[in-house]
């Protein structure tokens, strides 16, 4: 006695150690916190309100109403294959609660034949759990299944909807440029995606089955013990679990801020790989060894904070749900036992008694992990609204991106020049869409994010007539071709122009996607879409033979060979195949910027004596001299907000020389 009497002393100690550990803890954080907030200046205050309205993640009407939207996009109708799965698993969660109650039945009737030493029910009960062995097998094998299938389903949904949205007119360009609330879209659209999902299916199982095991133990010890053991178990987690729940509040936003580091760590990275050439010819290996490092400490910081806090929580948990729950029911199903004028202890042998005993007693150790598991489900729910808030907040963006709506701090001048200052309202400009004619009508050109480059810019260009444009760095070229590409908004006045599809974009580095060397000429076209248009591939080299690309069809060997094409072309390769597929595309209008750069003169000659031969009206950005004798006008800027669009005469081309 005196041993045990030691054992439990040490082990209230261990216990009380814990619980004040877990107190100091949660003390420093909120010290830590405290000092923080008196350290920050008042705009970091104003940032860190506006940063908490914005990533507000808790289990609260908001979280239920975001969570409840989301659901409906993954289970679109009442009858669909999300459907079949949710009522999969409901019913293998239902049979494998059934399963356990008979487990603890016959396991109970086993060992009480072992005791009894009786030979006969031995063989007869553990006869019984051999045959049911494959058949508890397959329930949980099923519901294996089941979840993982509903997992993947959601996802595919999820996932599909937001790309739908993401993809949609230039979205996907606008969210990068334009609107700089999302930082870090690709972290959203796939890691959080998948973890959302997973959370989601794995609450919906973590609660159900909980619920279900309590409502069937509930039923068998209300009749084996009477109420008033339940009901206790059940104030127990009502009590415990708001607790536990005001405890884990800080969980949801510091699962966002986690979140919005790993898609900051994941930028830098892939920044380095994207640009690693150029970083190479700067020896920028150090420096960029210091930003990835500072980045990676930034998270390393958080998480380490993190985990201390979900060691503190831990410890409260484990107390809380798992422990005292445990000995809460120890005292509810001792009580009939220990209580000698109950009348089971006059009708039911010593036999009998240990049965019901062992019975009574291994249902409430279940239906008290249930009711931990409840209670530990809070965590996980608090968790899910961090993931909920971030889906929820790029489902928002992409919404109003596609309203034409977007969120940009706006610096349009500095405060001397405020008597000077221009009112912008982004988007309202009027696009006008007519064929065979780019008209700028009273039109302020602006960036996004305010600054002015032309106050009104007013110019007429019909199809026939080629431009070209020319000026210094950051006098507004290219933004004035975002703006024809209504990748920008339009600040005011109007813009006649054809529709999208028939003005086409040559960039100075072409885009070569994945795929054949078909696909390359006549990108974004399908191979259907060729098709469709008539187009033959013996067309298709007419346009590589036209810019002296026809050996790489030889050297390939098919149309349909597959290569990365960003590293197996060179650069005046590249510019040419875009001009390749500009013939493809036969566009009204082509913007061609420094798109010629690194082909020789007499190909580049040859490439814009073909585009006037089959209609395309160019605008040229180009510093070459020769490139003068293919245009009309020439549109001037001298990026100092005042511009000229002037017809070209041989003493223009000599002055631009």
């Known amino acids: 006695m005196a041993a045990v009497s030691k054992y439990l002393t040490a082990k209230n100690s261990a216990v009380a150690g814990g619980i004040l550990l877990v107190l100091y803890f949660l003390k420093q954080r909120r010290r830590s916190a405290g000092l923080n907030r008196k350290k920050g200046s008042s705009n970091d205050l104003k940032s860190e309100q506006k940063d908490g309205k914005k990533e507000r993640a808790a289990v609260d009407k908001l979280f239920f109403i975001r969570i409840s939207r989301i659901v409906r996009i993954m289970v679109p109708r009442f009858f669909c294959k999300e459907t079949w799965y949710l009522l999969l698993i409901a019913l293998m969660l239902v049979t494998r609660t059934y399963c356990d109650v008979w487990m603890i039945q016959n396991g109970t009737m086993i060992e009480s034949a072992i005791i009894g030493r009786s030979t006969e029910g031995f063989k007869k009960y553990l006869f019984n759990f051999i045959t049911a062995m494959p058949v508890i097998a397959l329930v949980n094998n ?16 999820l996932t599909k909807h937001l790309y739908d949205e993401y993809l949609k007119g230039y979205t996907f360009y606008k969210m ?39 409502v069937l133990y509930i039923f068998k010890l209300t009749t084996a013990i009477g109420a008033q053991g339940p009901a206790s178990m059940m104030a127990y987690l009502l009590i415990s679990g708001l607790f536990l729940t005001r405890l884990r509040r800080p969980i949801g936003k510091m699962t966002v801020t986690e979140q919005k580091y790993e898609g900051e760590y994941r930028y830098v990275n892939s920044r380095l790989i994207t640009n690693s050439e150029e970083i190479a010819f700067y020896n920028g290996n150090v420096r960029e060894k210091q930003t990835i490092h500072s980045t990676f400490r930034k998270l390393v910081d958080h998480l380490h904070n993190f985990i201390i806090f979900r060691f503190s929580m831990g410890m409260v948990d484990s107390i809380i749900a798992k422990y005292f729950a445990t000995v809460v029911g120890y005292l509810v199903v001792s009580r009939p036992f220990l209580d000698l004028s109950h009348p089971r202890h006059l009708t039911s042998s010593h036999a009998e008694l240990l049965e019901d005993y062992y019975q009574s007693g291994r249902m409430l150790l279940r239906m008290s992990q249930a009711l931990g598991r409840i209670v530990l489900a809070g965590r996980e729910m608090t968790r899910l609204s961090g993931f909920t808030a971030r889906i929820t907040e790029l489902m928002k963006v992409l919404k109003e991106l596609n309203s034409g709506k ?20 982004p988007g309202s400009g009027r696009i006008i869409n007519v064929d065979n004619i780019i008209k700028f009508d009273h039109t302020p050109l602006a960036t996004p994010n305010g600054d002015i480059l032309i106050r009104d810019l007013c110019f007429e260009v019909k199809s026939g007539t080629n431009v070209l444009v020319c000026g210094p760095n950051g006098c507004g070229k290219s933004s004035l071709f975002r703006v024809l590409g209504e990748l920008w908004p339009l600040f005011g006045g109007s813009l006649t122009k054809p529709e999208r599809g028939k003005l086409f974009y040559v960039p100075q580095r072409p885009y070569m996607t994945l795929g054949t060397l078909r696909d390359q000429v006549i990108y974004p076209d399908t191979h259907e879409d060729q098709m469709k248009k008539g187009i033959s591939d013996q067309v ?50 082509a913007i061609l910027d420094e798109c010629t750069s690194a082909v020789s003169v007499d190909v580049e000659d040859y490439i814009y004596s073909h585009c006037r031969k089959v209609g395309i009206t160019l605008f040229t950005v180009s510093h070459r001299k020769s490139l003068w004798k293919h245009h009309e006008y020439y549109l001037h800027m001298d990026g100092r907000g005042n511009y000229e669009f002037k017809l070209i005469t041989p003493e223009t081309v000599e002055f631009g020389s």
């Open 142 to 157: 099923f519901l294996k299944l089941g979840l993982n299938e509903l997992k993947l389903c959601f996802r595919v949904r």
């Open 540 to 589: 298709l080299k007419e346009y590589l033979d036209n810019v002296q690309l026809g050996h790489i069809l030889e050297r390939e060997g098919s149309w349909d060979m597959v290569q990365d094409w960003m590293d197996v072309l060179s650069g005046g390769e590249k510019q040419r195949m875009a001009m390749a597929r500009l013939f493809y595309h036969k566009p009204q209008f």
């Open 406 to 425: 977007y969120e940009r701090t706006m610096v349009s001048q500095s405060e001397k020049d405020a008597s000077e200052k221009l009112t912008l309202i």
């Open 176 to 214: 990068g440029n334009l609107d700089n609330r999302i930082a870090n879209a690709d972290q959203l659209l796939t890691q959080d995606v998948e973890r959302f999902c997973n959370s989601v299916v794995d609450l919906y199982s973590n609660l159900s089955k909980p619920l279900l095991d309590i």
